[in-house]
């Protein structure tokens, strides 16, 4: 059921990623990237992985393109892709900017929500094309991730950052 979408008005709070202790130097002091760092990669990535698992429980990763906006990411598949069946029998996946070195991957469940002017005019500005173009079935998928993780890859030991949304 579409709902509408909220903007984040508060910057999360940055925490220690999960991790054994061993992955952070000893003794040293966190320098957790910035929220901001994080959504300006999501904001301008071109590429980003979704991975979701299938129906019989192996993993499935796929590039698309997509929008960060308002606090949310939007992308579109056809629902009888494999990504499309993946997410209707299980829509928790995650989702991975195209950046090895400075990654910024969410987690969470997608909704299929309805195709807006909003959402079509940032995809036309990233992309030079609108959704709502795309011969049907268009099925827009909106991830409100759970939980954010980044880094910077030259100093994952004290910057590896986690927010909970």
């Not at 999501?42 to 698309?64: E, F, K, M, Q």
């Not at 494999?82 to 969410?106: F, M, T, W």
Request: glycine share 6%; charged share 25%.
């Amino acid at each position: 059921m579409p709902t509408k979408a909220t903007k984040r008005t508060k910057t999360p709070t940055a925490m220690r990623p999960d991790m054994p202790i061993g992955y952070s130097a000893s003794g040293a002091k966190m320098k957790f990237v910035p929220w901001s760092f994080a959504e300006q990669r999501l904001t301008r990535s071109h590429n980003y992985w979704i991975c979701s698992t299938r129906p019989d429980g192996r993993p499935h990763s796929a590039p698309v393109w997509g929008v960060w906006l308002d606090g949310a990411f939007y992308f579109s598949t056809d629902p009888d892709s494999h990504k499309g069946r993946n997410l209707k029998a299980n829509p928790a996946i995650s989702v991975h900017v195209d950046s090895g070195d400075e990654p910024v991957i969410l987690e969470g469940r997608v909704e299929v929500v309805k195709l807006d002017r909003k959402i079509d005019a940032a995809y036309h500005r990233k992309y030079k094309m609108h959704l709502k173009d795309m011969p049907p079935p268009v099925t827009v998928y909106r991830l409100r991730p759970v939980t954010v993780l980044a880094w910077r890859e030259k100093t994952f030991g004290t910057s590896a950052t986690k927010w909970k949304l």
